[in-house]
């Protein structure tokens, strides 16, 4: 039933479409989408763990020497 659609003129008929529906312009970033997806979805089938956080997404910790402060209830 699929028999020779991977073959090079079905290929360029696909990246024409491709270019005419997205424009030049947003081909390559939907391409890094994709390949960022695919690559994500492998690493959860591969059962790999979680990427870390970035530094920036982390909260901050105190400086060494900062007063901290505490809630204190009152009775």
């Not at 994709?34 to 909260?59: N, Y």
């Not at 900062?66 to 204190?72: F, N």
Request: net charge negative; charged share 15%.
């Amino acid at each position: 039933m699929f028999s020779g659609l991977e073959s090079p003129m079905h290929l360029l008929v696909v990246l024409i479409v491709a270019v005419l529906v997205l424009g030049p312009k947003k081909l390559p970033e939907v391409g890094r989408s994709l390949g960022s997806g695919l690559r994500q979805f492998k690493h959860s089938l591969e059962g790999g763990e979680q990427e870390p956080t970035p530094v920036s997404a982390a909260p901050a910790a105190p400086a060494e020497g900062a007063p901290v402060e505490m809630e204190t209830h009152g009775s």
